[in-house]
């Protein structure tokens, strides 16, 4: 993608806060795509809530946003005054194994490059997620590893 602003990536990043924004975007990480954004190998924890500008057609609450979304999850939960598909777990015009839980996070997605693991065993997760494999057929070396953290989620080793 060309864009003015250049290429952000963002890998092994993490947003355990939560977000209360009144204003029409918000999202644990990336809530507005103003440079083409790849976001790789992170995860959302925290409560996304947008509860303003609700007339704005373009208002958003997500917990991972970006262009290119890979080996990602978010189980916080997403609280918006907008429906659906507005308010998403995981939203991208490309994703590669990603994931959300809709028991967490309070919604569904019905995408095909989207994964519900509410009913997945978490050492399972955890396993799924340090299995991708990139392009060459291996997990990329710039990546952190996965383990089940104190609190039974997913995290980095």
Known sequence: MDNQFGTINIKNSYNIGNVNANTYQAAGIIAYEYANTVVENCYNLGEISQLGS???SYATAK???GNTIINCYNFGKIISERTKPNVVGVSSSEMKSCY?????SGMTQDLEELTDVKNIDIED????LNKYKDETGIYPKDWKKWKVGDEGYPIFE
């Open 100 to 104: 959300y839980n809709s028991e967490s």
């Open 63 to 65: 917990g991972i946003g």
């Open 54 to 56: 609700s007339w704005v």
């Open 125 to 128: 997760f955890v396993n799924l």
